[in-house]
């Protein structure tokens, strides 16, 4: 393991954390309204806005407010909510477990289902199951998540066929089953894309590498079809989707945003949408600096994973 | 988002087609042949009037935890800030000198009995003796804390300008039970004006005023019959029965009735339907027409007429609407039924001045004659706009209406195309609620839909937005012959003088005024079988959910 | 005299570029264009084939169900749904195809210069696009709308920005490996000045991929644009838009599901058929795996 490219890995990673934050706080800054206005209701004066302002510590020069914030950004304080005064932290803390608790049962399913069909229609290329999975992917890949979810909660929620809960967490604590069945529906959602995705890079992947020279020579050693397939295939034909699951963590955290409204999930997604109609910044810049900082430790994360795997990568870059 | 990859081609012939076609089978589109197969309407819940469904208890179940759905989280403990939803919690919390209830009849609460004057300026307030505030040891309400209150309402500290102590010349402490109210003009309502929705005055220890009254934001100092235990924010709220309540239940002990009760923050109206079918919440202290269909289960559904209104602001700052035809012709070109019956089938029409028709005061007499009538009259609107000048039609500038209530949307696009028929034309653009409040609501220049909850008095609307002087005037309307007529109302000392009073000021606006009502919407509400004693009241007041009992 | 016939036949007649048969061969194009061209031909004759004027209601005949007086039913308000989905289609096409020219245009000159510059500019440029790839796109999109006013405008600006990053990428690539052909050696030993070089060079012989990666990028920009719409921050009532379609209908389901599911279908058809296109494409124009996989 090369510790050069894992020390340049991990200042790069904390350089784009720096860079993003900055460029949040910029755009959040220009946000027109105020959260003043929310906390004062209908009755508030134009004296009224600029002492809530004050002692929201909106009033401070930018420069001072940029410092602390970017310092907050690295130290996990983005300060108070500025609706209900909880600290923002505390309130992202608890939401982000539970997203990430969506996160996880939806990778798992991916990796769980289109990973194997991916395998399985690489190695029966061009027949019947292959095209079925194709079509099928094609579909997939085409339905947005808020269509998905809208119709899993019109088909599954609903008698007849009321099989899932229609929305709502319920802690593992309770229990893995009903854990489960309060998740396996918006991850599904939040999945078709993915399913579909990963399945065709998967297939794809695998099928170049079935066809490569590096298993033509493996194959003519006279190993045994099934470790062709295992041994050798799998893991030069997985490095894309260890990539691909990353790339796909990102885009989870962004589409939770529609997911979760549509199952009454207390999650970031949730979150975000509130604080957005609210105008409470700091819960704002929360929300989405931390999904940001979640995918880039993500993609950090399989960069790493990706240069174990395959030690061309490390040696250089 | 993922790049899609290389592949194999895949076969164009039938079989391909036909494979689409069975996914999209699968999916059950094709199935969906009527609603039926939905599974949702549900017959067994009809919505019943609120008031069909009322006992009266002898006695009533007590304990347990009552768990309640609500559409929007509070911002902030204090009584005296943030939205109307705040009230949902305040009134938990804390108590006011009077309490009105559906019937818009005034009760005791934290003043026992009281009296006034002939002339109904001097009114005097017996305090109960033993009514505690949460996590003050036991210190009870006094004549002091009322006065401390009113002095903290009226001063410069507080940014707000509670209207229903307006024209309070003096708050007289005269002993520790007994406060004194001195009014500059008379007002027969008076003790229901101070318990009037969206007033705030909610009686608080003098202490916590006089130490720093910001610590009201995450205590409860209140006397209600609630403590606030628990706050998760935009989740839930917990409230445990406090200790000794100064109101008795009909059981003879102090109320609640409950342990515990549980608000459940659940905004989207789906959400709550759910909840409420699944039995996840026992009621609901709101929920929206659109979706009473999918609630299934042991729930009882009820309605409730109210006085929620939705008018078109016609902001006289704004070219032409500062023209009495202009005004009189998009009142002519109003189809109000067809916006009743796109948005709610049970509401009702009102008149387009301020005060709705679940008030003692409304003016029936109106409804017939050259009032406009209820659907559009375009000969009637074209005329009043050739008089204005207007006859080869009108552009106006945007129409603005918020997100905070769904049914604005309905009105805002309907109102589009009823005017477009009589060539009135402007495009409509859609606010956040917050966004509107902020840059919009009462300024120049724009004109908007605007929204009032259901007041305990009908001439609370008239005096804060119709009235020249009114603070909320948002259509700087200036009309002498009202303002004459709101005055004398104002200063009767009887009931018909204030009555005759008002009917004229209602006749006024609604010919003249630039106050475009729209609709009176039901309101609804539901509860699962085992709870009982629920009265939705049409006003915004919520504390009939601290004396709801559970039978679980 | 046949040898003649054909000789004269071969020489008046119109070469055909071979690559146009390969296109018109290939079974995904073929597919996704019959999906597609008539979408876009309905969405650009617009309102002289809608039945109704898209936002006029008839309050009487709300939540009507497809036959009748209006082919695909009606929506809570009475309006046509099927004039509701062709106009509304105008805008997802609008939003789709505006957006990833905006993302080309802003894309593809950033990819020129990092591929060929390289070194200190090409970090510099591709770190700068890695960040603005690591917010989360619909993250993005939401920051970039709430601040500024939901009008098509800028929702194909804010989509636009957020997938540039993705295009100066792929062009990156292609301009790395033809930067080291002889004719751009031969340009710059001619002492062309370096746009001449970028544009008239490099860009005509990396629009392969940049053309595979654009038409992908199409069918998100539909998606992400209706996903931001269904949030509310699309161009706004009355307008048709098929994710705040989608979005209200949900509350009607009871009412009428042909609301929800019109709509839902004109979406992935759309959307299917551009990502069948753009497969096409790639199958054509740029078959190797370009390794780049962002």
Known sequence: MNYLYLVKRTAIALLSVFIVASVVFGVTTLLPGSAANIVLGTEATEEAVQQVNEDLGLDRPLMVQYIDFVVGVFTGDFGESLISGQPVMEMVWQRLLRTLQLAFVATLISVVTAIPL??????????????????????????????????????????????????GYVSISEGVIPWLHHLLLPALAMNTIILAYVLRQTRSSMVDTLESDYIRTARLKGVAERNVLFKHGLRNGLLPTVTVLALNFGWMMGSVVIIEQIFAFPGMGELIVQAIDNRDLPVIQAGILVPTIAFIFANFLADIIYSMLDPRISLGE | MPQVDTDTTIETDRRSILKVGATLGAIGITGLAGCAGLGGSNDENTIQPNDDVLKDYDSLPTGGTFNIG????????????????????????????????????????????????????????????????????????????????????????????????????????????????????????????????????FIVPKSILDEDPSQLEDTDYGSGPLELTEWNQQNNITFTAASDYHIEGVNGDPLPYVDEIEWDILSDDIQRANALSDGDIDAVSRISRNVTDRVQGDVQLVKQTSGLQYPIVLNTTVEPFDDPNVRKAIKYALDREEILAAVTPDGVLGLHAGVTPVHTYYNEELDTGDTFGTTADPEMAQEMLAEAGYSDGLEIQQLHYDDGVPAKETIAQL????????????????????????????QDDVWYITNYSTRVLGSTVPQLALRSDGPWNEASWSNEAYDEAFQRAASATDEETKAEALKECQKISHREGAWVGTFHPQIY????????????YPTYIKDFVSRCAVDK | MATNNSTQNESSRFEVPPIVWKLLNNRRIVIGMSLLAPIVLVAILGETIAPYDPTATHVADRYAGPGGKFILGTDHLGRDLLSRII???????????????????????????????????????????????????????????????????????????????????????????VSEEEYVMAAKARGESRPYILFREILPNVTGPIVVEGSVRVGYAIMIGTS????????????????????????????TPWFLIWPSIALLLTVMATNLIGDGLRDVLDPRETGDLS
């Open chain 3, 87 to 177: 106009l509304g289609g105008r805008t997802s096409l609008l939003l789709g195809f505006g957006a990833t020219a905006l993302a080309l245009t802003l894309g593809v000159p950033i990819g020129l210069t990092a591929g060929y510059a390289k070194g200190r500019v090409d970090e510099v440029l591709m770190r700068i696009m890695d960040i603005i790839m690591s917010v989360p796109t619909l993250l993005l999109g939401l920051l970039i709308l709430v601040v500024l006013p939901s009008n098509i405008i800028n929702v194909v600006m804010a989509i636009g920005v957020v997938y540039a990053p993705r295009i100066a990428r792929v062009t990156r690539s292609a301009t790395l490996s």
């Open chain 3, 228 to 255: 931001l719409s269904f949030l509310g921050l699309g161009t706004g009532p009355p307008n048709p838009d098929w994710g705040f379609m989608i979005s209200t209908a949900r509350e009607h389901i009871y009412q």
């Open chain 2, 415 to 442: 109102f589009q195309q009823q005017m477009q028929e009589v060539g009135i034309e402007f495009e409509i653009n859609r606010l956040t609620e917050e966004t509107w409040l902020a840059d919009y609501w009462n």
């Open chain 2, 70 to 201: 609500a559409q929007q989280g509070i911002q902030t403990m204090s009584p005296f800030q943030g939205f109307l939803a705040d009230y949902l919690v305040a009134e938990m919390m804390y108590d006011r000198l009077t309490r009105v209830d559906q019937n818009f009849e005034v009760h005791p609460n934290l003043a026992k009995e009281w009296e006034s004057n002939d002339d109904y300026t001097v009114f005097t307030f017996m305090l109960e003796e033993n009514a505690t505030y949460s996590n003050m040891d036991g210190e009870t309400v006094t004549a002091e804390d009322v006065k401390a209150t009113y002095d903290y309402l009226t001063s410069d500290d507080f940014s707000g300008s509670p209207s229903s102590l307006s024209g309070v010349n003096e708050i007289e402490v005269i002993d520790e039970t007994t406060v004194e109210i001195r009014l500059d003009e008379p007002d027969l309502n008076f003790t229901k004006r101070i318990s009037e929705t969206g007033g705030a005055f």
């Open chain 1, 118 to 167: 991916g395998i399985l229609a690489a190695a029966k290329r061009d027949t019947i199951f292959d095209h079925l999975t194709t079509s099928g992917s094609y579909i997939g890949l085409s339905i947005p998540s808020f269509v998905s979810a809208t119709l899993l909660l019109l088909f599954l929620t609903t008698p007849p066929l009321a099989l899932f809960p229609k929305g």
């Open chain 2, 525 to 536: 509400g539901g509860y699962q079988n085992h709870v009982k004693n629920y009265n939705l």
